[in-house]
C-alpha cells in the first residue's frame, strides 16, 4: 500500500521568494550556505529547460532534461567508500549486464525527462542486485510529479518554468538527482510502469488526455531508502569509488554535458574533457568499466592518452549506440555520481515537512548543529525510523524522540532519557539521504505531540542542517508554520526556523507503523 503522508503541508502560513536567501538579521540564529553557482547562473540565463542536443547522428537530435540543483556540494570529492592505500583491488572488466543485475534500456522519447530515466535506472538495478526481484519502475509518474501537486496540495511541486514553443508544459521541464530524492523519499512513488505507463512520443500543442496522466492512486511498489552521493567534481578523482559503488550497489547516475561532436556513433564512443558544472545537460547510468578499452577506438581527433571506459546506459531506446548503450573515456568529465536504493519496507506513515527536499543548509558556525521536527499523531503509532540527509563524508549524528511535547522540541519526556540509555549515534560515510531504524521503536499516543531531535556533524563543512527553503525558479511553493521546525547550535536553546529562515524547513522525516 501507498504511504499515509501526515503532519506535513496542508496548511501553508507564508511563503517567501529567496535568490539566494537574504542575509539573517544579527539577532537571529543560522546562516545559510552559498547556492550553486551553477544554479544561480542557470536563473539568471531564465532557467532554460529542455533544448534538443545532438544533431543527425543516429537519428537526429533528442531532447534534454538537465536542471542544475541548488545545493553547493563541491566540498564532496571522495573518497567516500576507501582511502588511499587501502583501496580494494578491482577487477580490470566489470558489466552489471553479465549478472543480469541492470534492466533493459528504454526510451524516453521526445520529452526531456532523462533524469527520471536514469534515476528508475539505478533504482530498479539496485534492487536487483539486492535480490528483491525485477521492477519496471515509471519514469511517467516521477515526472509528472516533479511539477504537479500531489493529491490536491498535500505535497508541493517543483518551480516549473515556461514552456518554449513545440514543448511540454510537464514533460518537458527537466530534473536532477535531489529533485528525483525528494518526490520519492516523500513517499511520491516509485510505483511500477504498468501503473502509470510512459507515453512516448512527440508533444503536440494540445493537454494530454486525462487517461494517460498519473491519478495520484497508484501503489507504490519501492520506496526509497537511501541515496548515496559519490562526489561533485569531474569523476577521474573518484573512480575507485564508482567502481565499489557499482559492485556493491549497482548502477551510479552521473549528469554530463552531451554534445554530439564529441560522439562517435561508429564505435560508440564518447570523450569530453572540457564539461563544466555550467554546461551539463544530460544525465544518464554508469553500469560497468573496461580498464583495457583501447584508445583506437576513439575517433583520431578525439583520442585519450590511456586505455579505458565507462559502460553507460542511455535512455535513447535500444536502437540507438550499441544497444543503447555507450563507451565513456575515463578521462571525461562528468559531475554528480548519485546512487539510488530501495528499500525493503512495506507500510509506513510519513511524517515530514520537506515535500521538496534538500534545497540548501544551514549552519551555526561551525560543523555541528542540531535541529528538530515536532509532528502531530493522529492515531496510537510505533515509531520505528528517521530519515534525513548528511552533507559531508563521515557525518555523524545523534538522534533522540520526545513524545507529550507541549512546547519546544526541549519539552515532553526524552525516550533515551526514559530507557536510561544516551541518545542514538551513528557515522554516515556516505553523503547523501538516509533511513535510520531506531534501536527501539517509539510509541506515540493519539492526539499528542513529539519531537524527532537530531544532532549532526559534517567533518568540513560549515552548515550541517539540510533544509528545505523557497528558491525563485526551483522551490518556490515551499512554505512554512510557525511551531514545527527549531534549530539550535547547542541542543539546549531552540530557535523557531520559520521567523529565522523563512520559507524553511528542517530536512527530517518520522517513519511510523
Known amino acids: 500500500m501507498s504511504p499515509r503522508i501526515l503532519g506535513g503541508t496542508l496548511l501553508a502560513s507564508a511563503l517567501a521568494l529567496l535568490t539566494p536567501w537574504p542575509a539573517p538579521a544579527q539577532d537571529t540564529v543560522g546562516q545559510p550556505a552559498p547556492l550553486a553557482p551553477r544554479f544561480t547562473t542557470w536563473v539568471a540565463k531564465g532557467a532554460p529547460r529542455g533544448l534538443p542536443a545532438g544533431g543527425p547522428k543516429e537519428g537526429g537530435p533528442r531532447m534534454r532534461g538537465y ?31 553479465t549478472s543480469s543485475s541492470v534492466t533493459p534500456v528504454k526510451d524516453q522519447g521526445d520529452y526531456g525527462t532523462c533524469w527520471t530515466f536514469a534515476c528508475m535506472g539505478s533504482l530498479e538495478s539496485s534492487q536487483l542486485k539486492a535480490g528483491r526481484g525485477a521492477f519496471d519502475l515509471s519514469e511517467w509518474h516521477l515526472a509528472y510529479y516533479g511539477y504537479v501537486p500531489f493529491n490536491t496540495s498535500l505535497l508541493t511541486a517543483f518551480t516549473p518554468g ?37 507515453m512516448p512520443g512527440a508533444y503536440v500543442p494540445k493537454p494530454i488526455p486525462q487517461g494517460n496522466l498519473p491519478n495520484g492512486r497508484e501503489k507504490v511498489s519501492v520506496p526509497v531508502e537511501n541515496v548515496l552521493y559519490l562526489f ?3 569523476l577521474p578523482i573518484n573512480a575507485n569509488d564508482v567502481k565499489y559503488a557499482l559492485i556493491h550497489y549497482g548502477p551510479a547516475v552521473i549528469s554530463m554535458d552531451w554534445e554530439d561532436d564529441d560522439y562517435d556513433p561508429a564505435m560508440s564512443t564518447y570523450r569530453d574533457t572540457t564539461a563544466t558544472e555550467f554546461t551539463l545537460n ?19 581527433s578525439n583520442r585519450p592518452a590511456n586505455p579505458g571506459a565507462w559502460i553507460v546506459r542511455n535512455s535513447w531506446s535500444r536502437d540507438w549506440g550499441n544497444a543503447g548503450y555507450f563507451y565513456l573515456s575515463y578521462d571525461s568529465k562528468v559531475f554528480d555520481g548519485t ?76 525516550d533515551a532519557g526514559r530507557r536510561g540509555v544516551p541518545p542514538q549515534m551513528g557515522t554516515l560515510q556516505v553523503p547523501g539521504y538516509h533511513t535510520v531504524t531506531l534501536e527501539q521503536p517509539v510509541a506515540v499516543a493519539k492526539g499528542t505531540s513529539f519531537a524527532v531531535l537530531l544532532k549532526l556533524t559534517t567533518p568540513g563543512y560549515a552548515y550541517p542542517i539540510p533544509v528545505e527553503c523557497a528558491l525563485e525558479g526551483y522551490s518556490q511553493s515551499a512554505t512554512f508554520e510557525h511551531g514545527r521546525s527549531f534549530l539550535s547550535p547547542d541542543g539546549a536553546t531552540w530557535h523557531d526556523l520559520a521567523p529565522d529562515c523563512t520559507g524553511s524547513a528542517a530536512c527530517l522525516k518520522a517513519l511510523a507503523d
Open 67 to 97: 536542471v542544475p540543483p541548488p545545493l553547493d556540494l563541491s566540498h564532496i570529492k571522495g573518497p567516500v567508500f576507501s582511502t588511499g592505500e587501502g583501496a580494494p583491488p578491482y577487477p580490470p572488466f566489470y558489466d552489471l549486464r
Open 232 to 234: 561533485n567534481a569531474e
Open 282 to 300: 544530460h544525465e544518464v547510468c554508469i553500469i560497468g568499466w573496461d580498464d583495457s578499452f583501447e584508445t583506437c577506438r576513439f575517433p583520431a
Open 162 to 198: 515556461a514552456a518554449e514553443f513545440g514543448q511540454d508544459p510537464i514533460f518537458d521541464q527537466g530534473g536532477d538527482d535531489w529533485m528525483s530524492t525528494a518526490i520519492l523519499a516523500r513517499g511520491t512513488g516509485a510505483v511500477d510502469n504498468k501503473d502509470c505507463p510512459y
Open 339 to 414: 546512487v539510488f536504493l530501495g528499500s525493503p519496507r512495506t507500510t509506513h506513515h510519513l511524517h515530514q515537512y520537506d515535500p521538496l527536499g534538500w534545497c540548501d543548509s544551514i549552519g551555526c558556525g561551525s560543523s555541528t548543529a542540531c535541529c528538530a521536527n515536532i509532528f502531530h499523531a493522529d492515531e496510537d503509532e510505533q515509531v520505528t525510523a528517521v530519515a534525513f540527509y548528511a552533507g559531508a563524508v563521515g557525518t555523524s549524528y545523534e538522534v533522540d524522540l520526545h513524545t507529550a511535547v507541549t512546547g519546544d522540541p526541549s519539552t515532553g519526556i526524552s
